[in-house]
Antibody, heavy 128, light 107 residues
Framework: EVQLLESGGGLVQPGGSLRLSCAAS????????MSWVRQAPGKGLEWVSA????????YYADSVKGRFTISRDNSKNTLYLQMNSLRAEDTAVYYC?????????????????????WGQGTMVTVSS | DIQMTQSPSSLSASVGDRVTITCRAS??????LNWYQQKPGKAPKLLIY???SLQSGVPSRFSGSGSGTDFTLTISSLQPEDFATYYC?????????FGQGTRLEIK
């Protein structure tokens, strides 16, 4: 069974740091781009960051650029999100999501893609 | 950045109704539009990709259409399990923007 399981969330003070993990199983992890998507309490979905299958290329939303770092360890089938300089507005459930490419060829982050598998999410609360 | 706007923000309907949700992009995104369903306390689920392609395992009562800037998600005959929040998402640009969501409630 294809599965993603996030961990690492919790309560952190403003300005603090946290590292989220996402353990993948049931598919060839290194073959797929992965993303983080967050959802503030009672709000909609916000894409945060993406990483290529090899880990060599990354993208970030402007709201987290310079503060968050996405990475992966393909030997451990695990995706990470290192979050520094946390703010109250970073409070959210953080989901990891597997990239689904429905066309062949092109860039790893090409337009013909969606998120086909999601984890259950991990809650991050930034508060003093 | 491309902005995605859904309408309506909420909708009340009855089991058996035909329902349509609209998503508009702030610029042309060709057919690079995906739809997700999210139930309370659960992760989103991919329903439709490439504007009109049904994801494997999704019931055929769900359908999508559109291209350019205007898209629709249609549920042909609402079932009790369809009451949820629906999000569109564009994959045309690097920032994978989502719409604000449409909450589908039981009338």
């Amino acid at each position: 069974e294809v599965q993603l399981l996030e961990s690492g969330g919790g309560l952190v003070q403003p300005g603090g740091s946290l590292r989220l993990s996402c353990a993948a199983s049931g598919f060839t992890f290194s073959s797929y781009a992965m993303s983080w998507v967050r959802q503030a309490p009672g709000k909609g979905l916000e894409w945060v960051s993406a990483i290529s299958g090899s880990g060599g290329s990354t993208y970030y939303a402007d709201s987290v650029k310079g503060r968050f770092t996405i990475s992966r360890d393909n030997s451990k089938n695990t995706l990470y999100l290192q979050m520094n300089s946390l703010r109250a507005e970073d409070t959210a459930v953080y989901y990891c999501a597997k990239g689904f490419r429905y066309c062949s060829g092109g860039s790893w982050y090409g337009a013909c893609s969606a998120f086909d598998i999601w984890g259950q999410g991990t809650m991050v609360t930034v508060s003093s | 950045d491309i902005q995605m706007t859904q309408s309506p923000s909420s909708l009340s309907a009855s089991v058996g109704d035909r329902v349509t949700i609209t998503c508009r992009a702030s610029q042309s995104i060709s057919s690079y539009l995906n739809w997700y369903q999210q139930k309370p306390g659960k992760a989103p689920k991919l329903l439709i990709y490439a504007a009109s392609s049904l994801q494997s395992g999704v019931p055929s009562r769900f359908s999508g259409s559109g291209s350019g800037t205007d898209f629709t998600l249609t549920i042909s005959s609402l079932q009790p399990e369809d009451f949820a929040t629906y999000y569109c998402q564009q994959s045309y640009s690097t920032f994978r923007a989502f719409g604000q969501g449409t909450r589908l409630e039981i009338k």
